[in-house]
C-alpha cells in the first residue's frame, strides 16, 4: 500500500547544529508539504513543493530550506537549529487541490 | 488572506450526548473545506471534506459537516458521542492564494468525551 513515512520520529539536538528530517511518500503526488504543530497555532506552513526541482516558501520558512530532488522525498534541513524550532513537524503530500492529502506521522523535535 | 477559527479550545461532552465542534473560515472564493483528527503521539487522520454540492457532508466515524456559506461556518457535528472521539480536532481550508494547494489550519479544538 502507498504511505507517507518520516524519519526520524523523535530528535534531540543542541542549538547551532544542522538538523535534516526526512519525508517520503510513495503515493507519487506531486505535491508535497512541511507544516509545524505549536500549541495554539494548529498547524502553519514551512515550505512546499509542487514537483521535482520547485521549492517555495511558507508562512514561517525562516530558519528552514527544503529540496526536491525526486518526486518521491522532501526533505527538510534546519541550518542551524533554534530553540524556537522545537516543534512537531508533519510532512503531508496530495495531488490535487480537492483531495484530502495524507499527512505523516510527524518528527517530534527537541533544540537544547 | 484564508484564515480558519476554532473559536473553542476545549469541547466537553458526555458519552451518547451529540457534540457539535465549531469552525468559521474566511476565504475570497469558494472554500474547500476538511476536518481531521488527532489522537495522541500520531499524525493528522482524514474525517470528511466539503468541495461542492450538499451542505451536509458525511465522514469517516460516523461524523458529519455542515457548510454554511452565510455564516462562513463548517461545524463539525456527531449525534452520539463516545469516549474514543477524545481527540484533537483540526477545521482547514484548502488555501489556492498566498501558499498555492496548501491548507491552512484553524488551531485546534480538544474534544473530552466523558463516561
Known amino acids: 500500500d502507498a504511505e507517507i513515512t518520516q524519519s526520524p520520529r523523535h530528535k534531540i539536538t543542541e542549538t547551532g547544529r544542522q538538523v535534516t528530517l526526512a519525508c517520503h511518500q510513495t503515493w507519487n503526488h506531486n505535491n508535497m508539504f512541511w507544516y509545524r504543530q505549536d500549541l495554539g497555532h494548529g498547524l502553519r506552513l514551512i515550505h512546499y513543493?509542487?514537483?521535482?526541482?520547485?521549492?517555495n516558501k511558507g508562512e514561517v520558512s525562516d530558519g528552514y530550506s527544503v529540496s526536491r530532488s525526486n518526486t518521491e522525498d522532501l526533505p527538510l534541513t534546519l541550518e542551524s537549529a533554534a530553540s524556537s524550532q522545537t516543534s512537531v513537524y508533519f510532512c503531508a503530500s496530495s495531488e490535487h487541490r480537492g483531495d484530502s492529502g495524507y499527512f505523516g506521522p510527524g518528527t517530534r523535535l527537541l533544540v537544547l | 488572506a484564508q484564515s480558519v477559527a476554532q473559536p473553542e479550545d476545549q469541547v466537553n461532552v458526555a458519552e451518547g450526548n451529540p457534540l457539535t465542534v465549531k469552525c468559521t473560515y474566511s476565504v475570497s472564493g469558494n472554500p474547500y473545506l476538511f476536518w481531521y483528527v488527532q489522537y495522541p503521539n500520531r499524525g493528522l487522520q482524514f474525517l470528511l471534506k466539503y468541495i461542492t454540492g450538499d451542505n451536509l457532508v458525511k465522514g469517516s466515524y460516523g461524523f458529519e459537516a455542515e457548510f454554511n456559506k452565510s455564516q462562513t461556518s463548517f461545524h463539525l457535528k456527531k449525534p452520539s458521542a463516545l469516549v474514543s472521539d477524545s481527540a484533537l480536532y483540526f477545521c482547514?481550508?484548502?488555501?489556492?492564494?498566498?501558499?498555492?494547494?496548501?491548507?491552512?489550519f484553524g488551531p485546534g479544538t480538544r474534544l473530552s468525551v466523558l463516561p
Open positions: 482547514a481550508v484548502r488555501d489556492m492564494s498566498n501558499y498555492g494547494q496548501n491548507f491552512v
Open positions: 513543493s509542487y514537483g521535482v526541482q520547485d521549492t
